[in-house]
């Protein structure tokens, strides 16, 4: 049966001392349970030792602790770890832990499935199902501190380090459960994590933009641009590709300036498709002499879709022409190749479902 009782996590860090005090007990209780969910990781009531049993007891009837269940966990050769996690209601929804120099990067979803379409992506055939809340998206971090702590790992990187809203969906199109998560991962009353360790990526949508620049925390921003001329653009990305790409990269510097650091543009490389050496002049004269840095993602390619990243010589023409004229490009492998761990791989392989070719 489904659990009506709202998720913990899903209360702002500053409302939980109003919460206790209306159940009787003094406010400074607030600071204790935010610290058990924030900095403790608490997944079960009885490890919260230096509440009283009466009180553990009174919030556990009002309140459910627990909003995901690890369904499946796999490693890759690289490091790379993904893990499935099933929601209250039954659905599905991936995060990942990506080993890095000296640390590990967190890749969080932030919706169940994508209304954006892009055509190159999986999470993108269900459609969108909804918006996880905010509580939801804060255990991704709790489920993926627990493992690494569980299983320390014996190569690169040694403690977690970066969070990307990069997994599952358009964390702008979920403002709520997004700048939710962001706030309380910041508050020091919450997480107490530096906003410089948060990098938003986004497919642009324009309503999403425009919430955007009220964010109070000065994140990272990674645009997803994948391509520099405007049809190959909507046609690879129908819904976010009507936001015209200058209307994009216009806020992309803005938001650099903003926070001092620049702005990511991600291009997913696909043989034949975006990876004309033209269409790299085209983005290298788009991005030149602004605060931009690209990063080149040749596709993780999946089972259906009859679509493959190029060679790595293509790859690095690309690199070469962006170079050429002064833009700092960066080529990024899909980490995880064997585990399936692009964008809603795991998921779509165990809920089965139909092809979508590219037009
Ligand atoms: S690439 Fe991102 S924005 Fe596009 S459909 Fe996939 S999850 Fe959504």
Not at 36 to 55: F, G, I, K
């Amino acid at each position: 049966m489904l659990d009506t009782r709202p998720l913990l996590r899903d209360v702002l860090p500053e409302a939980l001392a109003p919460l206790l005090v209306q159940l009787g007990e003094p406010a400074w209780r607030g600071r204790q349970l935010s610290a058990w969910l924030h900095r403790s990781r608490a997944l079960q009531w009885e490890t919260m030792t230096d509440l009283p049993r009466a009180l553990r007891l009174r919030l556990a009837d009002a309140y459910d602790l627990q909003g995901l269940k690890a369904l499946e966990r796999r490693i890759s050769t690289d490091g790379t770890r993904k893990h499935l996690f099933e929601l209250r209601d039954g659905a599905t929804i991936e995060s990942v832990i990506i080993p890095m120099e000296g640390h590990f990067t967190f890749c969080l979803s932030s919706q169940v499935g994508c209304a954006m379409a892009c055509r190159f992506c999986a999470t993108a055939r269900g459609g969108l199902a909804r918006g996880l809340s905010m509580g939801e998206i804060l255990e991704q971090v709790v489920h993926l501190e627990r493992d690494l702590a569980a299983d320390p790992p014996t190569t690169r990187g040694q403690r977690a380090g970066n969070l990307v809203f990069m997994g599952m969906g358009e964390p702008l199109d979920n403002w709520e459960g997004l700048a939710g998560s962001i706030a309380t991962l910041t508050a020091a009353a919450g997480g107490g994590i530096s906003h410089r360790r948060i990098t938003i990526s986004t497919s642009g949508p324009r309503e999403g933009l425009r919430r955007l620049m009220r964010l109070p925390q000065s994140v990272g921003l990674t645009l997803s641009v994948n391509a520099a001329s405007p049809e190959l653009r909507r046609r690879l990305m129908p819904i976010p590709g009507r936001t015209p790409l200058p209307v994009l990269l216009r806020f992309g510097e803005r938001w650099a300036r903003r926070i001092h650091r620049k702005t990511t543009l991600g291009y997913v490389l696909i043989a034949g498709v975006n990876d004309d050496l033209a269409e790299a002049r085209l983005l290298a004269r788009l991005a030149a002499g602004r605060p931009f840095k690209v990063n080149l993602i040749p596709l993780n390619r999946f089972d259906d879709d009859g679509l493959a990243p190029p060679g790595v010589d293509r790859v690095l023409a690309f690199q070469q022409v962006l170079l050429q004229s002064g833009v700092q490009t960066f080529i990024r492998a899909s980490g995880g190749q064997d585990i399936d761990a692009a964008c809603g791989q795991l998921r779509r392989r165990r809920l089965g479902s139909r092809s979508g070719r590219l037009a």
